[in-house]
């Protein structure tokens, strides 16, 4: 699989309200973990597009970002 732009605007629309996800989507949005999707979650994605050409981030990558 691949992230790419529309990951990122599907990733928008459930911050802004524009889309309805179930549980198992938000989870999987929860990039960093902290249990809120919002624009941090957006931003690891963004970069992650932009360093790896889109390929899927590995699971526990970041490990847990909110000790920084």
Request: hydrophobic letters at 45%; glycine letters at 8%; zero cysteines.
């Amino acid at each position: 699989g691949v992230l790419n732009i529309l990951d990122i605007v599907g990733m928008i629309e459930v911050i802004l309200g524009d889309d309805d996800p179930t549980e198992d989507e938000l989870e999987a949005l929860d990039i960093n973990y902290d249990t809120i999707l919002n624009v941090q979650d957006v931003v690891i994605v963004i970069t992650w597009v932009l360093e790896n050409d889109g390929e899927l981030i590995p699971q526990g990558q970041f490990g847990d970002v909110n000790d920084n």
